[in-house]
């Protein structure tokens, strides 16, 4: 494949804007993620990747762990930048099935590794987070490194579970709201849902999601929450009509949701993560639950 006069005065840029170290990882492995989830456990594995997708929006939706400044982006997930791809000139690139439609062009680039989290043979999406971070490790020969990460993590959640134990914990309903009649609300087999299994609260909405993990709903579903003790938990961002509007609607008004101390607000956790999000997401929820106990 041969570089265009416009491609190899972007690698030049690329290679102007990236500090030197980020090109000799100690693996020597040059690693770009179309994943954030991916790109996350990368970080955790101590193998900060060269390039991303989607960059600018890592610190709305993932916010932690914190990249470092030489990664690059290069352009969504849908809309790889080519020339920056190949300006990085990686060793490996890390997909997921949510992108085969790229494969074909990302394989004339490097070698590919497709990794399966959020699928429809998945099941519940922390453990299949787990065992896809055992796959990239070992394909990394960084197993010691992973099983450290896993163990930290897990002794994390069974620290949130003891400090949540023998209080006054309500169930709870966790919800993105995407407008004022419409929310996304997540179960079985999601992420979220196999952090309270983990840290021992209740999941308040009963209903199967599919398998990422939730199901689109509208406001007047929530009255299937019979628990009057249920607590309805919405992660940010909130679209800035949304309370406004619900403050008006006679059938909002009539949910236990709209009560004083029944709806809080949680910073944002990304739904389609791995491992870290999940102990972010265990980490704001245990907080907050410690508090209003």
């Known amino acids: 494949m041969t570089f265009s006069?416009?491609?190899?005065?972007?690698?030049?840029?690329?290679?102007?804007?990236?500090?030197?170290?980020?090109?000799?990882?100690?693996?020597?492995?040059?690693?770009?993620?179309l994943d954030y989830g991916l790109s996350s456990t990368l970080l955790s594995l101590g193998l900060p990747p060269v390039g991303i997708s989607d960059l600018a929006d890592w610190g709305r939706w993932?916010?932690?762990?914190?990249?470092?400044?030489?990664?690059i982006d290069i352009g969504s997930s849908f809309e790889v930048?080519?020339?920056?791809?190949?300006?990085?000139?990686?060793?490996?690139?890390?997909t997921t099935p949510y992108l085969d439609e790229l494969l074909p062009k990302l394989q004339s680039v490097t070698k590919v590794s497709r990794l399966e989290i959020f699928t429809p043979t998945s099941g519940p999406i922390l453990t299949s987070a787990e065992a896809a971070t055992r796959k990239l490790a070992a394909e990394l020969g960084l197993e010691s490194?992973?099983?450290e990460f896993l163990a930290n993590a897990n002794a994390f959640f069974e620290t949130c579970r003891k400090r949540l134990a023998g209080k006054n914990v309500p169930p709870v309903a966790l919800v993105n709201f995407m407008d004022a009649r419409h929310a996304r609300v997540?179960?079985?087999?999601?992420?979220?849902?196999?952090?309270?299994?983990?840290?021992g609260v209740r999941n308040a909405w009963a209903g199967?999601?599919?398998?990422?993990?939730?199901e689109t709903i509208g406001i007047e579903d929530l009255s299937k929450v019979k628990d009057p003790d249920?607590?309805?938990?919405?992660?940010?961002?909130?679209?800035?009509?949304?309370?406004?509007?619900?403050?008006?609607?006679?059938?909002?008004?009539?949910?236990?949701?709209?009560?004083?101390g029944h709806l809080s607000i949680l910073p944002p956790v990304l739904m389609f993560g791995m491992v870290n999000e999940a102990l972010r997401f265990a980490s704001l929820l245990t907080d907050h639950l410690e508090r209003q106990a």
Do not use: M
């Open 145 to 147: 490194k992973a099983e």
């Open 208 to 214: 199967q999601s599919n398998y990422w993990g939730f």
């Open 230 to 260: 249920a607590h309805l938990i919405a992660f940010d961002p909130v679209p800035p009509d949304v309370f406004p509007k619900l403050a008006d609607s006679p059938l909002w008004n009539r949910l236990p949701f709209s009560q004083p």
């Open 5 to 33: 006069r416009r491609t190899l005065l972007q690698s030049l840029a690329v290679a102007a804007c990236v500090p030197g170290q980020a090109f000799s990882q100690s693996t020597g492995q040059r690693i770009v993620s």
């Open 81 to 94: 930048n080519f020339e920056v791809l190949l300006a990085l000139k990686p060793d490996l690139i890390l």
């Open 186 to 199: 997540y179960s079985d087999p999601g992420l979220f849902h196999g952090v309270l299994e983990r840290i």
């Open 62 to 71: 993932v916010v932690e762990p914190a990249l470092p400044a030489s990664v």
